[in-house]
């Protein structure tokens, strides 16, 4: 069974300090934790959210296993009390046509630019303007089973929060990658597509921290029940 799972980080750790200012390092993390034996060969997700002003980071994973506590204690000085784990598919069956949610995602957008040369494959790169961020998001969104609903203004309920270029090392070189978070409403259209993006993820670099999507109760909304 799948689990949701969220962890307290302290931003205050040494450990933890050195571990989040690399991709990299949160990847052998997370992976170890999830399979000590087999390090990177089990597919998950998760999120890094750091905190503001000196609050906990909440770092969020989807797998199919909880995460050791031993492996999260001794590289990020995570407590017991710090973790909260629990079966996914409960909140999944959830999902209705029509319900609208408060979502936050963590994405790697790309685009393909086409080869010059006939019959070479394109390249593919990282989009860096907000607004065709926002538009790759629409496209997503179309193929995961959602829509977000358009405010007074006439613009869909979102906003890319932040957005940036991602630098790390992986076995001796720099990787690069464009890193757009988006914070806003969706409402569900189709409830088997929007599952299969919760438990696989959005886009590319998943195994970076990317592509995890997560849903909260709006405000004064009893139709949707608990969040994730």
């Known amino acids: 069974m799948t689990q ?10 040494r ?4 571990a989040m200012t690399s991709l990299e390092r949160q990847h052998a993390i997370i992976s170890r934790s999830l399979d000590p034996d ?6 998950s997700l998760w999120r890094l959210d750091k905190g503001r002003n000196g609050t906990p980071s909440r770092l969020y994973i989807v797998s199919d296993a909880v995460p050791d506590i031993r492996v999260l204690h001794d590289e990020l000085d995570v407590g017991a009390n710090d973790m909260a784990s629990c079966a996914y598919e409960p909140f999944l069956d959830r999902l209705r046509i029509g319900q609208e949610w408060g979502f936050r995602l963590r994405a790697n957008p790309t685009k393909s630019i086409v080869s010059a040369e006939r019959g070479r494959r394109g390249r593919r790169v990282g989009i860096c303007r907000i607004d065709e ?3 790759w998001l629409e496209r997503k969104s179309r193929e995961c089973g959602f829509h977000m609903p358009i405010n007074r203004l006439e613009l869909p309920e979102v906003m890319v929060r932040d957005s940036r270029a991602v630098d790390f090392m992986r076995q001796g070189s720099t990787v690069t990658l464009t890193s757009a978070v988006y914070d806003g ?14 438990l696989n993820g959005i886009g590319r670099a998943k195994g970076y921290g990317f592509g995890l999507l997560t ?3 709006l405000m004064g909304d009893r139709r949707t029940g608990g969040g994730a």
């Open 133 to 135: 961020q926002l538009q």
């Open 15 to 18: 450990h933890a300090r050195w």
């Open 4 to 13: 949701f799972t969220r962890i307290m980080v302290d931003p205050h750790s």
């Open 38 to 43: 087999h390090a990177g060969d089990r597919r």
């Open 215 to 217: 849903l909260v109760p």
């Open 185 to 198: 409403v969706l409402a569900v259209d189709d409830p088997e597509l929007l599952r299969g993006a919760l």
